[in-house]
């Protein structure tokens, strides 16, 4: 009973942090996705380069720059601590955002192409008919890009899913608050536990191999 508790709460740990940063990351992508289509201005190609600067960047460089901006020793973290009478830093929440930041760059892109495939005389024809910008992104742009934002869904997820370096620096290693499966397994591997540890490398390899084989099939 022990050995069944110790499994599965990094790995329902683990589902529901990957859930809340999917929701975050769902509409953060869409909306940024949605405000950047068809615009040209100054310093765009330079906001663009930041939404993606997280798959390029060391999860642990990630890691740092949240605790520097989040941190107790910066405006906004000493905000947060004043709002909720709490750090931000070492708790689920902070799982959560190190989760979405390193995710957001896959729902972004993936947003973002399936919204330069949409048809523009469709677009233009519901302009002609009078509805607005945010009505047309709504009921024609962003229905017609659905599977490119279930691509999205399903990468981010599996991205936010197998996240450690960020959560480990920015969140810690704290059981059944930020202890999700990667960490977990680090931690087995230390304490000589490759049993535990083979089964949540198991776990985390036969969710995202289904993830992703389901899209590719999808896809095709």
Known sequence: MLYMISFWDPVLLSLQTAAAALVVVLL??????????????????????????????????????????????????????????????????????????????????SVKTGLQQVDENIEHAARTDGAGEWKVFLYISLPLSFRAVLSGVILSFTRALGEFGATFMFAGNLPG?????????????????MTLAWAWVASVVVLSFSLLFVLRKWSI
């Open 28 to 109: 953060g992508g869409i909306t940024a996705a949605g405000l950047m289509k068809g615009r040209t201005f100054f310093g765009k190609t330079f906001l663009e380069t930041i939404f993606l600067l997280p798959t390029v960047l060391p999860p642990t460089v990630t890691g740092f720059l949240l605790i520097i901006i989040f941190g107790n020793q910066h405006a906004v973290g000493r905000i947060f601590e004043t709002l909720f009478n709490q750090s931000l830093m070492f708790t689920w929440w902070a799982a959560v955002l190190a989760a979405a930041v390193v995710a957001f760059p896959f729902m972004y892109q």
């Open 177 to 193: 608050v930020t202890r999700t499966v990667p960490i977990a397994v680090f931690t087995a591997m230390e304490a000589n536990q």
